[in-house]
């Protein structure tokens, strides 16, 4: 008789606990919903100091979500699944940090009036190593290697001014998308001149196709110039 009231009461409990769990779960969910409508969208930071919870939660989504996946014993669900997903989940972290990142350069640039984030840069050193990471991935995926960049997220970074590679004289390269020409100057200029283009077949395609690398097709614009400059100077002699 004791057995069975004891097994009794821990059913009860498990049953009390499993509509809080619920409960518990669901009023994130609309935490998480709120959150979107404030911002667009659902990549809540790391660390997000006006609901930390919140920030928890979807971390703990995701490593739930990684844990039903391979088999194991997991709170993640199909059916939540289904509903994150439609409230615009992300289940990939790599993307969220990667955002998090795009959105600290762009106040970055809202504060400084462009993306030249120093290399010394105390403030935010992680977005200094983080620049230099992208100019670096930048570079890989134009010489056809290995490399986290992709046409999405330079025309991404293209939109808000980023410098793909530093030189003298504020000479710098600016909106240099799969398919389109480099932009030379100050980021003011490349903001105004930059435009996506259609992505070719390959990368190394894309590289070399639409009249070579940026840095080739920047070389042959400056050629072009010299030349024009020599002849309106030719003819003012005559």
């Not at 844990?67 to 199909?78: C, H, R």
């Not at 992208?134 to 939109?159: A, F, H, T």
């Amino acid at each position: 008789a004791a057995t069975a009231a004891a097994t009794s009461t821990s059913a009860d409990a498990a049953a009390r606990f499993k509509p809080f769990h619920e409960e518990k779960w669901d009023q994130k969910l609309t935490e998480l919903i709120d959150f979107r409508a404030t911002h667009g969208h659902t990549l809540v930071p790391h660390t997000y100091d006006p609901n930390p919870q919140l920030a928890r939660w979807v971390k703990r989504q995701r490593r739930q979500y990684k844990l039903m996946l391979v088999g194991k014993t997991s709170t993640m669900t199909p059916a939540r699944v289904t509903i994150l997903e439609q409230a615009g989940f992300v289940w990939d972290s790599h993307e969220v940090s990667w955002r998090e990142k795009v959105q600290e350069l762009a106040q970055y640039r809202e504060k400084h009036g462009d993306c030249l984030v120093p290399s010394s840069y105390r403030e935010n050193p992680q977005l200094a190593t983080w620049v230099k990471c992208q100019r670096r991935q930048y570079k890989l995926y134009w010489e056809g290697k290995p490399s986290g960049m992709n046409p999405q997220r330079i025309e991404e970074l293209d939109r808000i001014g980023f410098c793909w590679e530093i030189r003298p004289n504020n000479e710098h390269v600016y909106g240099t998308s799969p398919g389109g020409g480099a932009v030379f100057g100050k980021p003011a200029a490349a903001a105004a001149a930059s435009a996506p283009a259609p992505v070719g077949s390959s990368r190394k395609r894309s590289a070399s196709g639409a009249g070579g690398s940026p840095a080739k097709r920047g070389r042959k614009a400056s050629k072009r110039d010299s030349l024009d400059l020599l002849g309106d100077a030719a003819a003012s002699m005559m």
